[in-house]
């Protein structure tokens, strides 16, 4: 069971960047799946969420209206569209998955720097 993210880089404010996470192991159908991240020196938060079927999502206050989580389940991913990033969201992006029963996995993480 693995969930790996990929996307991330070096982006300049106001730019934008593309998270994808790709599941091997197991169907992401039943789970609900999440973006996670955590910036040095604070306590992972999460930033985004896409219930099973996709029919509804969440967002943390900050990142709304400026980032977009997506899910294939047929291709096992799930996605982050995020634009007119910021430098404040620079940190290291999790991709997350679980399941009412408690099942749960996390992704390695993939670093996101916005900087001039």
């Known amino acids: 069971v693995q969930l790996v993210e990929s996307g991330g880089g070096l982006v300049q404010p106001g730019g934008t960047l593309r998270l994808s996470c790709a599941a091997s192991?197991?169907?992401?159908?039943?789970?609900?799946m999440s973006w996670f991240r955590q910036a040095p020196g604070k306590e992972r938060e999460l930033v985004a969420s896409?219930?099973?079927?996709?029919?509804?999502?969440n967002y943390t206050d900050s990142v709304r209206g400026r980032f977009t989580i997506s899910r294939d389940n047929a291709k096992k991913t799930v996605s982050l569209q995020m634009s007119s990033l910021k430098p404040e969201d620079t940190a290291v992006y999790y991709c997350y998955a679980y399941y009412y029963n408690g099942d749960r996995f996390w992704g390695q993480g993939t670093q996101v720097t916005v900087s001039s």
């Open positions: 192991g197991f169907t992401i159908n039943p789970y609900v």
């Open positions: 896409i219930t099973s079927t996709g029919g509804n999502t």
